[in-house]
């Protein structure tokens, strides 16, 4: 059986017409990273204003004033756009 084998080729031919269009994928890729970065930005930035509030109102603040529990959630609502 080994030697019918033998006396056989074989051609192989592969038809890709698949046409990538790496310039619109590389694009597409972009665009969404940079969706992803812009999102991070603002949720950074929100974390740092969130906080910078915060500490400004617990070192401007004092318990033994009379409403200034209000003052954290009120300068949070300002600033920030929400109150905890």
């Known amino acids: 059986m080994q ?4 006396d056989t080729s074989v051609v192989l031919s592969m ?14 890729v ?3 990273y940079e ?4 999102r991070s930005k603002a949720e950074a930035e929100a974390l740092y204003q969130t906080k910078v509030v915060t ?5 401007h603040s004092s318990p033994s004033l009379p ?5 954290h959630s009120e300068c949070e609502e ?3 756009g929400h109150a905890e």
Do not use: P
């Open 15 to 28: 038809d890709n017409n698949r046409n990538l269009d790496l310039d619109s994928i590389i694009a597409e």
């Open 35 to 38: 969706d992803i970065a812009q």
């Open 67 to 71: 409403g200034s529990g209000h003052l």
């Open 3 to 6: 030697t019918h084998i033998s």
């Open 30 to 32: 972009r665009a969404q």
């Open 55 to 59: 500490e400004w109102v617990s070192s």
């Open 78 to 80: 300002y600033f920030c």
